[in-house]
Each structure stands twice: as structure tokens, then as C-alpha cells.
């Protein structure tokens, strides 16, 4: 009796900000400017145009994925070995740019990869020819990266340092070097980590229209630009609503498969 | 026997603090060994130094006459029986098993065959696919176990692998490793705080203090003849009382003369052990040397365990004679039962 009590604010919480926006933007997306029922908010969504920019966005969220793994193992790795001394230092360097307003960080990339930005006067400096980096695809991937690589690192750091090292040294002992150590136990007994790092950074790149605005330049639309656009510009958010409903759905089937990737890896 | 392992002037400190002495111990092939002390007396490090997690601060071990300490854990032909079983909580039991066998991408029919023989060998036939989570302490430790010994080891070793069980599961195991010690012919290094357990299963025991050997011996050496005071006290509930010597062969227990078979040391002061069992009694108490107030009994099935305070020294006596709280006895110890230890 007592939990159930204590249960009402969450519940109260969830209705708020999760079940009522979902009912608003169902409710959106399935009528008219009239407020009759329709699917053509749906059917217009499927057209070369706007599958377009949602291939494009899970094209940009599955490399910004990709990348931010590959950098954040390693890292995640090193912070978790018990013989690393600066560890506070690492983690601080990573979690300080998170306490810094999201804008102010993203258009720093400005600055650095402006025509006339930090990176090319050091590549001038080197006798290098200049790159054009900012507004392409490359910009907004090392922002989306840079943004999300935290939510990367923490997960896998944190199911990499609850791997008690007994079991480790366990498999020394029959026999493992340390790359069988690395594939036969540490990788598999941190993937519980690395399926919580993929979805935390894929569903938000997916979803993100901030990094692509800014480090993409004003013609970049991914699918989250769009529905902004949406709601913002054009004004329609029965059309914008239908475009967060599909999203929703995708990134909840991506979800669950990645979540059924890991448990099959895990049992077998 | 050839010898197996030779450790020759081990010795181990963390930082400023000694934690092994100069150890120096010969083990010898298809030999029980077991390394017997207190928590704490560097047991468990001196088993890590042996498997390689470890690195020894100084001295030697040398394998089958060949330097040990130069190779990595993976690379010597040693395997360990954790205390905590250390097993792979994302492998089921036949997995674990065959660890060793993949990593030396053993035949597949090969790898079969010998998990059947391993799980036939710690009675878990059936249990092939079961987590480990799945499983209860004893059938872990069996786990543990089989896993160790697929890869036919030179030498295992085992940091108080029965710790965790209870009391009846931990007796069958006893007498299951001894058995599997004989049959297989593998060196086992046995760590344990636990007496009853070494003298039980031994060839032979290594009685640790602080970082020391103080005595190695059969199980028969150490619990008839031990060398001090503490490894009398630690291998059994003995008494140990102080006596004084005049001469040899005569000690003098509380102020009175008892006859012995031990030489005078070079000290005056000695201690004197005396086992339990080796305590007779009789309720005829001006009959003997000593005479005492019995001041507890507990029966033990077999004998009768009481506490005798003889002026204000208490003796333990294992007897099959009934005496009852409060009553008077009198106490004797014949010759060959009395043991003199310099202090
Ligand atoms: N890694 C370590 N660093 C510092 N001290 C240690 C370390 N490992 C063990 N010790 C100390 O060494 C002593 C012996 O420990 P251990 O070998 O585990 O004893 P036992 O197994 O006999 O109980 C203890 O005092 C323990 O605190
Ligand atoms: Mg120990």
C-alpha cells in the first residue's frame, strides 16, 4: 500500500510529460486543420523527398554511433584498469564540457572549423592545403560525435568496472594472453554497457536538429530539422507530428533490436 | 620423489611491510601439500606469487628445475582453485570447463570428450548447459574444479576452496579431492586456516606464521611433535602450560615433578604441551600428582570434554571417565605424552 502511495508522483510525472504528449501528438498527426481523421499526414511523409532525409539521418546517427564506440571502448577501457592514477582527471575532462551550455559548445566547432577557423590556420601553419569541413557532412559528424561520446563512455565504463578482476585473472590462469582476456571476457561481460551506449547515442543523433543547424549550415535537413521546421517555420504540426510519430517507431524498433542482439551475444 | 617446485628464499613485502619472509620449501611430485596458518600469514600471497599474479620482492622458485617467476600467469603449467571460484558468469558449466581447451584451440571431438571426463570426474554430468548463476556453492566449486584440472596440470593449487561450504558438503569434498589427488597424480598446494582439513588430507603440512614456515612435517610429525608452542596451539586444542626444568628428562608443571623423555633446553623456562586426550584422570584425587575442580563437561559422543582448573591454570581433558561440575579430581600425565618446548 505504502509503495503504491509513494508511486503517485512518478505516475502523475509520466501522465504529464510522457503519456498526454504522446495522446497530443497522435491526435495531431492522425487530422486535419479541421479536425477531422486522416492518414495523408502519413502517406505524405513517403515520398523520395522526405525518405530522403530519413535515410540521411540514420546514415549520419549510425557513423556519429559507430565513431563515438570506437573512440569511447579504449577510453572507458583505460579509466576502469585499476592501475590507472589520473583517473578523476580523465573523467573530470570529459564531464566539464557537459556543465557548458550545449550552444556555446557546438558553435565553438564553429571556430575551429571555419574556412578561416582554428584548424585550417594550423594546417596553413604546417604547409597544409586548407579544407572546407564546416556546412558538410564531416561538420556535423564531429559535432554529433563531440556531443554524444559521453553518453558512449559512461555506460561502458561503468558495466567495464564492475567486471571483478578475479575472473580475469581466472582466465590467465588456464591459459588466456591478454587479447583472449579482451575477446573471451572483458568484451563479452561489458556488452550490457555497450547496448546502453549505442541507444544513448543513436536515438538522440538521430532525433538531433541543433548540431545539424549550426555546424550543417541553414540548407541541412536531417529529420529532426525537419519536424522543427515543422512546427516552427511552416507552422503545420499535424505534418510534424506525423514525422515524430514515425521517427518514435523506428527508434523503438532499433531498440529492441539492439536489445535482442545483446541478450542473444550474452547467451550464447 | 623428484621435486616439483622449489622455492628458494622467497621473499615478498607490500611497500614497507614484510608480508613473506625467506621462504624456502621443497614440494614434491604427486604430492598433497598443505600450507596451513592463520588468516592473514600470507597464505593466499604466496600462492599468487606461485600462479603469477604476484611478483615475488625477492628469492626464486624454480618447476620442474627451471626458473618459474619469468613467465606470465598464461604461460606456466600451473592452475588455480579460487577461493571465490573467480568462474565465468557468461559461460554455462560446459563452457567454463573447456576455457583452457579453446584457448588452445584443442579438436572439437577432443574438447567433448574431456568435458565429459571432467564432468564425470566432480559428479555434474547433466548440468552441461547451466549458468553458473544457476548453480549452488558446492556445484560451483565443482565448476571451478573440473576447469582446473582439464588442462592435466603439473601442480594445483587451491586457496581454501572449501571455505564457503558447509560443514557436511565441505567433508565429502575433503575426501573427494584426496581422491582425486591420488587417482589423477597431480601435485596439489592446498591453503587453509582450517587444521582439522590438513590433517586430514595431507601428505604433508606446512604450518605458516606471519609470513614464516615454522614447521613442515606429515600430519602424524606436526600433531605428535611439534616443534613451538604455536604450532601446537594451532594444530589442536592442546594445553600449554608453563614449566620449569632443572635437569633433563624432569619438568616441573605447576610446581610439581613430572618425568619426561625431552632433554633440558638452553633455557630454564619452558613450555609444556599436553593433548586433551593424553590427560588422565581419576576421582581418586590424592592418588595423583595434580588435583583440581572441574569446572565444565560437555559430551562429545565418544569421550567427555571438561575443564579442569588446577589452582588458577585451567586444563582441557578429553576423558571417557564422568565427572560432574564442582567435583574434585586428580590429573597425570604419563612420560612419553608430555612435550617440552624452549620458549
Ligand atoms: N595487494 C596487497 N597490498 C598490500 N597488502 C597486501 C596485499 N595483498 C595482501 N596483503 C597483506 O598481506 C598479508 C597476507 O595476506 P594473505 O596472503 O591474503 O593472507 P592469508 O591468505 O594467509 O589470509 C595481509 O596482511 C594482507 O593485508
Ligand atoms: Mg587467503
Same mark, same amino acid.
Given at each position: 500500500?505504502?509503495?503504491?502511495?509513494?508511486?503517485?508522483?512518478?505516475?502523475?510525472?509520466?501522465?504529464?510529460?510522457?503519456?498526454?504528449?504522446?495522446?497530443?501528438?497522435?491526435?495531431?498527426?492522425?487530422?486535419?486543420?479541421?479536425?477531422?481523421?486522416?492518414?495523408?499526414?502519413?502517406?505524405?511523409?513517403?515520398?523520395?523527398?522526405?525518405?530522403?532525409?530519413?535515410?540521411?539521418?540514420?546514415?549520419? +546517427?549510425?557513423?556519429?554511433?559507430?565513431?563515438?564506440?570506437?573512440?569511447?571502448?579504449?577510453?572507458?577501457?583505460? &579509466?576502469?584498469?585499476?592501475?590507472?592514477?589520473?583517473?578523476?582527471?580523465?573523467?573530470?575532462?570529459?564531464?566539464?564540457?557537459?556543465?557548458?551550455?550545449?550552444?556555446?559548445?557546438?558553435?565553438?566547432?564553429?571556430?575551429?572549423?571555419?574556412?578561416?577557423?582554428?584548424?585550417?590556420?594550423?594546417?596553413?601553419?604546417?604547409?597544409?592545403?586548407?579544407?572546407?569541413?564546416?556546412?558538410?557532412?564531416?561538420?556535423?559528424?564531429?559535432? &554529433?560525435?563531440?556531443?554524444?561520446?559521453?553518453?558512449?563512455?559512461?555506460?561502458?565504463?561503468?558495466?567495464?568496472?564492475?567486471?571483478?578482476?578475479?575472473?580475469?585473472?581466472?582466465?590467465?590462469?588456464?591459459?588466456?594472453?591478454?587479447?583472449?582476456?579482451?575477446?573471451?571476457?572483458?568484451?563479452?561481460?561489458?556488452?550490457?554497457?555497450?547496448?546502453?551506449?549505442?541507444?544513448?547515442?543513436?536515438?538522440?543523433?538521430?532525433?538531433?536538429?541543433?548540431?545539424?543547424?549550426?555546424?550543417?549550415?541553414?540548407?541541412?535537413?536531417?529529420?529532426?530539422?525537419?519536424?522543427?521546421?515543422?512546427?516552427?517555420?511552416?507552422?503545420?504540426?499535424?505534418?510534424?507530428?506525423?514525422?515524430?510519430?514515425?521517427?518514435?517507431?523506428?527508434?523503438?524498433?532499433?531498440?529492441? &533490436?539492439?536489445?535482442?542482439?545483446?541478450?542473444? =551475444?550474452?547467451?550464447? | 620423489?623428484?621435486?616439483?617446485?622449489?622455492?628458494?628464499?622467497?621473499?615478498?613485502?607490500?611497500?614497507?611491510?614484510?608480508?613473506?619472509?625467506?621462504?624456502?620449501?621443497?614440494?614434491?611430485?604427486?604430492?598433497?601439500?598443505?600450507?596451513?596458518?592463520?588468516?592473514?600469514?600470507?597464505?593466499?600471497?604466496?600462492?599468487?606469487?606461485?600462479?603469477?599474479?604476484?611478483?615475488?620482492?625477492?628469492?626464486?622458485?624454480?618447476?620442474?628445475?627451471?626458473?618459474?617467476?619469468?613467465?606470465?600467469?598464461?604461460?606456466?603449467?600451473?592452475?588455480?582453485?579460487?577461493?571465490?571460484?573467480?568462474?565465468?558468469?557468461?559461460?554455462?558449466?560446459?563452457?567454463?570447463? +573447456?576455457?583452457?581447451?579453446?584457448?588452445?584451440?584443442?579438436?572439437?571431438?577432443?574438447?567433448?570428450?574431456?568435458?565429459?571426463?571432467?564432468?564425470?570426474?566432480?559428479?555434474?554430468?547433466?548440468?552441461?548447459?547451466?549458468?553458473?548463476?544457476?548453480?549452488?556453492?558446492?556445484?560451483?566449486?565443482?565448476? +571451478?574444479?573440473?576447469?582446473? &584440472?582439464?588442462?592435466?596440470? /603439473?601442480?594445483?593449487?587451491?586457496? =581454501?576452496?572449501?571455505?564457503?561450504?558447509?560443514?557436511?558438503?565441505?567433508?565429502?569434498?575433503?575426501?573427494?579431492?584426496?581422491?582425486?589427488?591420488?587417482?589423477?597424480?597431480?601435485?596439489?598446494?592446498?591453503?587453509?586456516?582450517?587444521?582439522?582439513?590438513?590433517?586430514?588430507?595431507?601428505?604433508?603440512?606446512?604450518?605458516?606464521? /606471519?609470513? =614464516?614456515?615454522?614447521?613442515?612435517?606429515?600430519?602424524?610429525?606436526?600433531?605428535?611433535?611439534?616443534?613451538?608452542?604455536?604450532?601446537?596451539?594451532?594444530?589442536?586444542?592442546?594445553?600449554?602450560?608453563?614449566?620449569?626444568? =632443572?635437569?633433563?628428562?624432569?619438568?616441573?608443571?605447576?610446581?610439581?615433578?613430572?618425568?619426561?623423555?625431552?632433554?633440558?633446553?638452553?633455557?630454564?623456562?619452558?613450555?609444556?604441551?599436553?593433548?586433551?586426550?593424553?590427560?588422565?584422570?581419576?576421582?581418586?584425587?590424592? /592418588?595423583?600428582?595434580?588435583?583440581?575442580?572441574?569446572?565444565?563437561?560437555?559430551?562429545?559422543?565418544?569421550?567427555?570434554?571438561?575443564?579442569?582448573?588446577?589452582?588458577?591454570?585451567?586444563?582441557?581433558?578429553?576423558?571417557?571417565?564422568?565427572?560432574?561440575?564442582?567435583?574434585?579430581?586428580?590429573?597425570?600425565?604419563?612420560?612419553?605424552?608430555?612435550?617440552?618446548?624452549?620458549?
Amino acid at each position: 500500500m505504502k509503495s503504491t502511495k509513494l508511486a503517485i508522483p512518478y505516475i502523475i510525472w509520466i501522465f504529464i510529460f510522457t503519456i498526454v504528449p504522446v495522446f497530443l501528438l497522435i491526435n495531431y498527426a492522425f487530422s486535419t486543420n479541421t479536425g477531422s481523421f486522416t492518414i495523408d499526414n502519413f502517406s505524405r511523409f513517403f515520398s523520395p523527398l522526405y525518405i530522403g532525409i530519413l535515410m540521411r539521418s540514420f546514415y549520419m +546517427a549510425f557513423w556519429s554511433t559507430i565513431i563515438c564506440f570506437i573512440i569511447a571502448y579504449p577510453v572507458a577501457y583505460i &579509466l576502469s584498469t585499476k592501475e590507472f592514477k589520473n583517473r578523476n582527471v580523465l573523467i573530470l575532462l570529459f564531464i566539464v564540457p557537459m556543465w557548458m551550455n550545449f550552444l556555446v559548445r557546438t558553435y565553438a566547432w564553429l571556430f575551429i572549423l571555419g574556412n578561416n577557423g582554428v584548424l585550417n590556420i594550423f594546417l596553413g601553419f604546417l604547409g597544409f592545403p586548407q579544407i572546407r569541413l564546416l556546412f558538410t557532412d564531416a561538420a556535423v559528424l564531429i559535432g &554529433l560525435v563531440y556531443t554524444f561520446l559521453p553518453f558512449m563512455i559512461f555506460p561502458i565504463y561503468s558495466s567495464l568496472s564492475k567486471i571483478d578482476y578475479k575472473i580475469v585473472e581466472g582466465a590467465q590462469d588456464l591459459g588466456a594472453n591478454s587479447f583472449y582476456v579482451m575477446l573471451k571476457i572483458i568484451f563479452p561481460l561489458s556488452l550490457p554497457g555497450i547496448a546502453s551506449g549505442l541507444t544513448m547515442v543513436f536515438m538522440p543523433a538521430v532525433a538531433t536538429f541543433l548540431v545539424s543547424n549550426i555546424l550543417g549550415g541553414g540548407g541541412y535537413m536531417l529529420i529532426g530539422n525537419l519536424i522543427e521546421q515543422q512546427f516552427m517555420i511552416v507552422g503545420n504540426r499535424h505534418f510534424g507530428s506525423a514525422i515524430s510519430l514515425i521517427l518514435l517507431a523506428l527508434i523503438l524498433v532499433f531498440n529492441m &533490436l539492439i536489445s535482442t542482439l545483446i541478450r542473444e =551475444e550474452e547467451t550464447n | 620423489m623428484k621435486n616439483i617446485i622449489e622455492i628458494k628464499n622467497l621473499h615478498k613485502s607490500f611497500g614497507i611491510e614484510d608480508i613473506l619472509g625467506k621462504i624456502n620449501l621443497d614440494i614434491k611430485e604427486n604430492e598433497f601439500l598443505t600450507i596451513l596458518g592463520p588468516s592473514g600469514c600470507g597464505k593466499t600471497t604466496l600462492l599468487r606469487i606461485i600462479a603469477g599474479f604476484e611478483t615475488a620482492t625477492s628469492g626464486n622458485i624454480l618447476f620442474g628445475g627451471k626458473d618459474l617467476l619469468i613467465f606470465p600467469p598464461h604461460k606456466r603449467n600451473i592452475n588455480t582453485v579460487f577461493q571465490s571460484y573467480a568462474l565465468f558468469p557468461h559461460m554455462n558449466v560446459e563452457e567454463n570447463i +573447456a576455457f583452457a581447451l579453446k584457448i588452445k584451440k584443442e579438436n572439437k571431438d577432443i574438447i567433448k570428450e574431456k568435458v565429459t571426463k571432467m564432468l564425470n570426474l566432480v559428479n555434474l554430468n547433466g548440468f552441461e548447459k547451466r549458468r553458473v548463476r544457476q548453480l549452488s556453492g558446492g556445484q560451483q566449486q565443482r565448476v +571451478a574444479i573440473a576447469r582446473a &584440472l582439464i588442462n592435466e596440470p /603439473k601442480v594445483l593449487l587451491l586457496d =581454501e576452496p572449501l571455505g564457503a561450504l558447509d560443514l557436511k558438503l565441505r567433508k565429502e569434498m575433503q575426501i573427494e579431492l584426496k581422491n582425486m589427488q591420488k587417482s589423477l597424480g597431480i601435485t596439489f598446494i592446498y591453503v587453509t586456516h582450517d587444521q582439522e582439513e590438513a590433517l586430514t588430507m595431507s601428505d604433508t603440512i606446512v604450518v605458516m606464521n /606471519k609470513g =614464516e614456515i615454522l614447521q613442515k612435517g606429515t600430519a602424524e610429525d606436526i600433531y605428535n611433535e611439534p616443534l613451538s608452542a604455536f604450532v601446537a596451539d594451532f594444530i589442536g586444542t592442546s594445553n600449554i602450560l608453563p614449566g620449569q626444568m =632443572e635437569k633433563d628428562f624432569e619438568v616441573y608443571i605447576q610446581g610439581v615433578k613430572f618425568h619426561c623423555i625431552d632433554k633440558m633446553p638452553d633455557t630454564k623456562d619452558v613450555d609444556v604441551v599436553i593433548r586433551p586426550e593424553d590427560v588422565e584422570i581419576s576421582k581418586n584425587a590424592d /592418588k595423583f600428582p595434580l588435583k583440581g575442580e572441574v569446572i565444565n563437561v560437555v559430551f562429545f559422543g565418544v569421550h567427555y570434554e571438561m575443564i579442569v582448573k588446577v589452582e588458577d591454570t585451567l586444563w582441557k581433558v578429553h576423558s571417557t571417565v564422568m565427572t560432574k561440575p564442582g567435583e574434585i579430581v586428580g590429573i597425570d600425565v604419563s612420560k612419553e605424552l608430555i612435550h617440552i618446548m624452549r620458549r
